[in-house]
């Protein structure tokens, strides 16, 4: 937060310190018979577990209700280690104890089906129906099925996408496994903007660190519908440098985008009219914002949700706040710490907005490490702040690993990459 004097700060704490002790302040309630503000999060990702613990943080006085469809959430950051044969599925999955049981949210595992915003109203798979009186989502994505012929539900068991982390992440990873030595292993990567701009490449590198060990006469395709993309110097010089020859990247000028795939035959098409074969295709189909979303009419033409950018409250309905994937959230990235973030100014934003206090001005921030192979890590950061385009980086806060560095340097990252992980986790989850 910044622009905001200490003076502020303190009448700030201050105020939601004593609704917080009291519990819910407002007349409305009290006419309502209720003395708690009821606040429900749809999705117990990154930016819905982050932002119900910093709401109750805030305001212990709170109620804080999560709907979350399983009872365990399998991290995508780190699930690229999985698929490279480097980590377990269990490393990278968590539960809600600590939520329920230290920070007092009320974690309930069912579907959010339907939302009444007039109403406000929350129908449950199961049956029940909750108020609120602020609703905030952050449903991650819904994939774009039939969008790329023939590549729906049913053919993401044959070609995985392993772009939602679980089931999908060990299938992929055990095709990867029974493949031929020489066999071609083809990613068709998304265009922007789509959930972890750098994903596709850290996972192209993990696959072929996997490959160069364990079946080193096989390749990696990666066909792209883009003609750049994140961190692109870094990845491809790790990539020279660690499986020379053994990653192909295939951009958008020069084919990439995959049009129709065939699971019979194992192939896809380009818009040339041109097949790749492929013993393992992975294929990461377009996607938009979460299902619920879209339902509650919350999504503009784009697929993705307008907001407010210092509230992340809908621009299509009023007390309903959208956060992380799902939410157009200025020039910020679509990825799991940029999703926390997003969820800690959303919290201070219900929090003082129910307690009739000033929204503070906030600022926001993303880290993102990916590792090229376990011992090869590069980062990019970024601070941003709200302007009148919105938010927006900071120019010369943050910066992204230099070009040169020796095999110390990279290692390091490596292992702060593994400290970003069990940080973030530790954030949402303890
Ligand atoms: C391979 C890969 C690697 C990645 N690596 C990184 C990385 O290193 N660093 C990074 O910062 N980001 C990374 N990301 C991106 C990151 O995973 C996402 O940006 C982040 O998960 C977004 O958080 P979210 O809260 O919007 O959605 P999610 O984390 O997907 O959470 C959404 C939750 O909502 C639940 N849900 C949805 N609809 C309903 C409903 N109707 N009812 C009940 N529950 C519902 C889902 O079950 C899910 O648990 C990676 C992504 C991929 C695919």
Redesign the pocket.
């Known amino acids: 937060m910044n622009n905001y004097s200490r003076r502020d700060f303190m009448k700030w704490a201050g105020a939601a310190s004593v609704f917080s002790a009291m519990g819910w302040p407002l007349g409305a309630l009290a006419k309502m018979g209720r003395s708690a503000a009821k606040v429900v999060v749809?999705?117990?990702?990154?930016?819905?577990?982050t932002c119900a613990k910093y709401i109750r943080k805030m305001a212990p006085g709170i109620e804080v209700t999560l709907?979350?469809?399983?009872k365990r959430?399998t991290?995508?950051?780190?699930?690229?280690t999985v698929i490279g044969g480097l980590k377990k599925i269990e490393d990278i999955t968590h539960g809600y104890d600590n939520l329920r049981n230290r920070h007092g949210v009320n974690v309930i595992h069912?579907?959010?089906?339907e939302v009444n915003p007039a109403k406000k109203v929350v129908k449950l798979k199961g049956g029940a129906k909750l108020e609120y009186d602020k609703l905030i989502m952050?449903?991650?994505?819904e994939f774009m099925w039939g969008k790329i012929e023939g590549y729906d539900q049913a053919a993401s068991e044959v070609m995985p996408h392993?772009?939602?982390?679980g089931p999908q992440t060990t299938l992929l990873r055990a095709k990867i496994e029974a493949m031929r030595d020489g066999g071609t292993v083809i990613i068709a990567a998304p265009a922007n903007p789509f959930?972890?701009p750098?994903?596709p490449y850290?996972?192209a590198s993990l696959v072929a660190n996997y490959l160069k060990k364990h079946k080193p006469k096989s390749k990696v395709i990666v066909l792209d519908r883009k003609d750049k993309f994140s961190k692109q110097a870094l990845f491809v010089s790790g990539g020279e440098a660690l499986y020379p020859g053994m990653i192909e990247w295939v951009s958008k000028s020069a084919g990439g985008t995959v049009v129709r795939v065939d699971t019979k035959a194992m192939e896809v098409e380009n818009n040339n009219g041109f097949t790749y074969q492929g013993d393992v295709i992975n294929v990461?189909p377009p996607h938009r914002a979460?299902?619920?979303a879209q339902r509650t009419g919350l999504a503009d033409k784009s697929g993705w949700c307008p907001i407010n950018q210092t509230t992340f409250e809908s621009r299509k309905h009023k007390d309903i706040h959208i956060?992380?994937?799902?939410a157009i959230a200025g020039k910020m990235?679509?990825?799991?710490?940029?999703?926390?973030s997003e969820?800690k100014v959303c919290a201070a934003a219900v929090v003082a907005e129910l307690g009739g206090l000033n929204m503070p001005e906030p600022s926001y921030v993303?880290?993102?490490?990916?590792l090229v192979g376990p011992e090869y890590g590069i980062s990019v950061a970024a601070v941003y702040r709200l302007t009148k385009k919105g938010i927006t980086p900071v120019k010369g806060a943050g910066g992204g690993s230099p070009k040169v560095a020796d095999s110390t340097f990279r290692n390091m990252e490596a292992v702060y990459?593994q400290g970003?992980?069990d940080s973030?986790v530790a954030d949402m989850f303890r």
């Open positions: 749809i999705g117990g990702g990154y930016g819905g577990a709907i979350e469809q399983n959430y991290t995508c950051p780190f699930s690229n069912d579907i959010a089906e952050s449903p991650g994505i392993a772009w939602k982390a959930r972890c750098p994903g850290e996972r990461i979460g299902t619920i956060i992380g994937d799902s990235p679509k990825s799991g710490y940029a999703a926390a969820g993303n880290t993102c490490y990916s990459a970003w992980y973030t």
